[in-house]
């Protein structure tokens, strides 16, 4: 039973709206700029709309599509396994707790991935309100008929939420517009009278809008059931008809559902910011003022406007091809050309095109294009030179993506794996390896694979090599300074950096056929040393059969 009424609960959600209404706005004219297909948070848009008619100039759009495509390509790369489930104490696993978790990895992967998850198209559309508004709203939620999972994208038009003490999201609310026809498919007898005349009354509307909210809240909002207790789940999840103020259903549940990675946060406020459309904004909206401004000016350049001598053109002046324009016989040409181009100012064309590829160049390095890309590499640079520029590579891209690892990517695969733990995906038979003392499973974490992941690798084997220059320098002054690198741990460290774990032998299995080759060798040391004494014996008994046959002599 709910503490709070439905009356109550259509309260708050509607306060929630009310005061983020001018985020809408801002949400509003940045969608016009920069994503004009999700500008639609303060105006209706009808099918077949030309949503893209009040711009001038495309170039603010493929910029900002052009950053959106590259958080998709950091974050998940296409056709590699981008994300890795490991434990804290991963290298010390023994191998049956290795497969199971590499198993473990497939079976997550063909989930996310499965035609009817909807991945792709979700994790796209958050990239993009990401990239474009600061945030997204990622749900995550079993498909029961499936036994699988489902991914979807809300508009942030129709979210809003509140963080608990720790800065964390753990109530949102939703707006949903399901008809009549849908509801009653869904809640079955569950739903309101109201809605039932609907379907069935004597001015039946079953396509008819209800107006609800999709809530979810924690626990510490539900009032004790009768017996004393509280849900055992840590969230409520609800969903409230508001026009009738009735709600449809009250469901406990283990998570909160949804993934809402926020790209920079101010004080005070629960909604996050876009740093690259608030930087590109400004020069947005006067790009497109230039570019109105320059095509005109190009058009009169073209085809400028005429002065005509006043009763001495006869007919409306034509400049189609062909098209004769008659003038008065009794005009005198000696007083100037009855009909001429007027003559125009071109200079200032030039200098117009010129700052517009100076704000052009503005607004991509406000989407951090200067900085996502990997510098040239190779020539005639040396090897410090090399290194030099992956590591301001690095440094340069590892603020932008790694809170998004950790916030999106880390927040969303382990969301998405307590989920199929739950419906049973994974294989029951878990190694003991995987296991904590008391029999609870380890916590699962997850290692990720994608572009700033490799340049580190490059990063390691520029420094490797720099290293092993070094100490080749080192050796030939002192010999014993070879002993000073762990060549066997820097290598490992490389590999680890740049090649999968299926590629490399353990650590064990090494130490074990290092002990076979010095087994090995020192057999043959053995044989070589038995047959030198074998030949020594040959030839000290050769020499005393000598001796005997000399003194018998």
Known sequence: MLNKTAKNLIAQGNALFSERAT?????????????????????????????????????PLIIARSFTDAISTFLRPKGQQWFKIITDDYEELDNDSRKWLEKATITMRRAMY?????????????????????????????NFKKVTIQHKCYHLRDCAWYENGDGLIDTIFIKRKPTALELKATFKDKI??????????????????????KIVIPNDDIQP???????????????????NQHILEEVAVDEFGYIIPRFQ?????????????????????????????LLEAGQKAVNPPLIATQDA?????????????????????????????MTLDKSGLSFGMELLQNKEQTIAQ???????????????????????????????????????????????????????????????????????????????????ENPLIEAEGKDKTQKFLEVKAALAEAVALDPSSANIVDIKVALRDVFNSIAPAKWLKSEEVVAEIENQQAQQQQSQQMIEQLGQGAAVAEQIGKAGLAINQAGLM
């Not at 809408?24 to 008619?53: H, M």
């Not at 309101?192 to 039946?204: C, I, Q």
């Open 23 to 59: 985020l809408d706005s801002l949400w509003q004219e940045q969608a016009e700029n920069f994503y004009p297909q999700r500008a639609d948070f303060t105006t209706s848009r009808y099918v077949g709309k030309d949503i893209a008619a009040n711009l001038a100039s495309s170039y």
């Open 114 to 142: 499965d035609k009817e998850s909807g991945f792709d198209k979700a994790t796209k559309q958050v990239d993009a309100d990401y990239a474009i508004f600061g945030q997204g709203v990622l749900e995550i939620k079993p």
């Open 192 to 213: 309101h009278a109201e809605v039932e005349k609907m379907l069935s009354g004597d001015n039946p509307n079953p396509h008819g809008i209800v107006n609800c909210y």
């Open 225 to 243: 059931t009768p017996n004393g207790l509280k849900h055992q789940k840590s969230y409520t999840a609800i969903y409230l008809d508001i026009d």
């Open 265 to 293: 946060q101010v004080s005070g406020s629960q909604y996050a910011f876009s740093p690259a459309t608030i930087a590109a904004l400004p020069d947005a909206r006067l790009i497109q003022a230039m570019s109105f401004t």
């Open 313 to 341: 053109i006869l007919n409306t002046p034509s400049l189609e091809g062909g098209a004769i324009n008659y003038v008065d016989y009794a005009y005198d040409e000696r007083l100037g050309e009855a009909l001429r181009p």
């Open 366 to 448: 406000a989407f951090y294009l200067d900085k996502l890309n990997l510098p040239p590499i190779g020539g005639n640079m040396t090897a410090t030179e090399t290194t030099a520029r992956i590591s301001e590579y690095i440094r340069n891209a590892l603020p932008l993506f790694q809170p998004l690892e950790t916030e999106y990517n880390s927040a969303m695969c382990s969301l998405i794996f307590s989920v199929l733990a739950r419906l049973g995906t994974f294989d029951p038979n878990v190694p003991d390896g995987l296991k904590n003392a008391d029999g609870r499973g380890k916590e699962i974490k997850f290692l990720f």
